[in-house]
């Protein structure tokens, strides 16, 4: 995975975070105006964790995240060589019986793989969902590059960026100084 940027927030103060974002590679290619990229950051932060990540979340806030990270990268389901979807942790067939063909046919992405024995079904992302869901998450979000005259050759541009979220809770992990690494550029997936 290549990293695009390198992300270096304060903690929070309340429903806001302020930070910076640094392209990793010194060539200037803009930053995304849209507030998508804040709730990429903030759920990139959660996902990346570790000791210089941001902090852990609530039950109820891991879910959301993992709901979104669904929504906008496409998410999997484990099925049985039929294709019905199986029981969480479990090789039984899910009761009542759903095959994921039919009843994701308007998400199926015509992919699966095996892992460890298991087989798998992707789905498509959702990328107008993942956008409605920004609009409910991203209160305000605004993003100023920094002067690219007070920068290195060798470093990339940098912005700095302030975000409100609608709940506080979706930023619950950043309780300290955080950095992280991230792909995300604020775009949508097609």
Known sequence: ?????????????????????????????????????????IMDAWKEGGGFGAGPVSAATELE???LFELYCGGEVRVDEEGYRLEDGSADVRIPRVN??????????GRSYRSHGQRYVMLRPQPAEFARRTEEIIVSWEI??????????????SAGFTLEVSDPRCLEHFTK????????TGHLPS
Do not use: C, H, W
């Not at 994921?100 to 992405?109: C, T, W």
């Not at 100084?177 to 995300?184: A, E, S």
């Open 65 to 67: 995240f993992k709901e």
């Open 177 to 184: 100084n955080t950095y992280f690494q991230t792909v995300f």
């Open 1 to 41: 995975m290549t990293y695009i940027f390198d992300v270096f927030t304060g903690a929070r103060r309340g429903a806001t975070l302020t930070g910076t974002v640094q392209y990793r590679d010194p060539d200037n290619y803009g930053f995304s105006q849209g507030p998508v990229f804040g709730l990429q950051l």
């Open 144 to 157: 100023r590059q920094d002067d690219p005259t007070d920068l290195d050759e060798d470093e990339g541009t």
């Open 100 to 109: 994921v063909v039919e009843r994701y046919k308007d998400q199926f992405g």
